[in-house]
């Protein structure tokens, strides 16, 4: 039976950073789901033993490689991976830069320090990147004069600031201390005027803009101290997996979401809460 409300069968979605941990998680979805998906990413499909390699020959999945923060690279890209399909009925934003506690001090410094030439880099993948694909998509989504929903990726780190203390383990273990950086917090904020911005300029058009804002997610790279201080701020009691946000997506980028735009689904596991 189809699903009237949830069902995605024989839209096309564009997806950034399709080949990250989340795009590639939401990927695999939305195909589940009967979508068609326009993979984009900074290289041009997975290598072998990538979460999406098994499905590179999938008839509804398409990559392309293109630099969000590049507006000719982006639209080479979408005409390329969008080709046989048309205009696309929906867009979802994974793609984005951000520091790792494991990052050298140059790029995680005190606030007072923190090196300009970083910051226009994040704020340009993050945000103007950001503006740059989903002025692109919506362009061709209204010119086709159909409807369409895009999703644009926030973050807790953009409602709210970093926790600082999280990360002061990293003093006491090697004597170089981390600092949450500025331009990740600064450059997720934007996305949220952004999306309404967008949500009414199109509004009457029948495109639809929200924003997901997730938490952190769990990844085999993070050290068991900083899981232990960032889930000790989480009311659920542990951090994110990528199947956490796939249901939330789906939700937004279906008719069960038609009359939401504008909006912020925060699924943090109670982050903000408190």
């Not at 989903?134 to 159909?146: P, S």
């Not at 952190?216 to 951090?239: H, K, L, V």
């Amino acid at each position: 039976m189809t699903d009237h409300l949830f069902g995605l069968e024989g839209r096309t979605i564009v997806v950034t950073g399709a080949l990250g941990q989340l795009g590639s998680a939401l990927t695999r979805e939305l195909l589940a789901r009967g979508a068609r998906v326009a993979a984009v990413s900074r290289e041009a499909a997975p290598g072998p033993g990538h979460a999406l390699a098994d499905l590179v020959d999938h008839p509804h999945l398409r990559f392309a490689a293109l630099d969000i923060a590049d507006q000719g690279s982006i639209e080479a890209g979408l005409d390329a991976v969008l080709e046989p399909w048309g205009a696309p009925d929906g867009l979802v934003n994974t793609a984005g830069i951000d520091t790792q506690p494991s990052a050298p001090p140059e790029v995680s410094g005190p606030f007072e320090q923190f090196p300009v030439e970083v910051f226009r880099q994040v704020v340009d993948v993050n945000l103007t990147g950001t503006f740059l694909i989903t002025q692109a998509v919506g362009r061709r989504i209204r010119e086709a004069g159909k409807p369409g929903s895009i999703v644009a990726v926030g973050s807790i780190y953009g409602m709210l600031s970093p926790v600082q203390d999280i990360y002061a383990y990293q003093e006491e273990r090697t004597g170089v201390p981390f600092v949450k950086p500025v331009a990740y917090s600064a450059s997720k904020s934007g996305i949220y005027n952004l999306t309404r911005y967008c949500a009414t300029y199109w509004g009457r058009h029948g495109i639809r803009v929200n924003t997901l804002t997730p938490s952190g997610i769990e990844r085999d790279t993070q050290d068991a101290t900083f899981q232990a201080n960032y889930t000790s701020r989480i009311p659920i009691g542990r951090m994110a997996t990528t199947d956490d946000f796939l249901a939330p997506v789906v939700y937004l980028l279906s008719d069960g979401s038609r009359y939401m735009t504008g909006a912020n689904l925060v699924v943090d596991g109670g982050w903000t809460a408190w």
